[in-house]
């Protein structure tokens, strides 16, 4: 198994800019795809993107495409969401999750490893 603690969140005003990180221990990190999803007051939890196991590739939703973006570094077990033109409607808890298959997938019922989340706002 992996435990991920996600670390990063804050206060922002619009515009601002946040850099998420989630540490990953237990199993050997690049054995995971990764992702990020965010939940808001009253809404279900949605995809922001994910990234496939060694980094290759990234895909994102569209309500942050060309505002955010994920990395990972296999060597230190982390990945990371750089969020950029942050706007009101970001303000979210974000959870990062991980899955052993490496196929792109959005569903939060794909993926079995979650962390405890760190809340964002971003203030108008």
């Known amino acids: 198994q992996v435990q991920l603690v996600e670390s990063g969140g804050g206060l922002v005003q619009t515009g601002g800019s946040l850099r998420l990180s989630c540490a990953a221990s237990?199993?050997?990190?690049?054995?995971?795809?990764m992702a990020w999803f965010r939940q808001a007051p009253g809404k279900e939890r949605e995809f922001v993107g994910s990234?496939?196991?060694?980094?290759?590739?990234?895909y994102y939703g569209d309500s942050v495409k060309g505002r955010f973006t994920i990395s990972r570094d296999n060597a230190k077990n982390t990945v990371h969401l750089q969020m950029n033109s942050l706007k009101p409607e970001d303000t979210a808890v974000y959870y990062c999750?991980?899955?052993?298959?490496?196929?792109?997938?959005?569903?939060?019922?794909?993926?079995?490893?979650w962390g405890q989340g760190t809340q964002v706002t971003v203030s108008s």
């Open positions: 237990g199993r050997t990190f690049s054995s995971y795809a």
């Open positions: 999750a991980a899955r052993l298959n490496n196929r792109v997938v959005t569903s939060v019922n794909d993926y079995p490893y």
């Open positions: 990234i496939t196991k060694l980094g290759l590739t990234t």
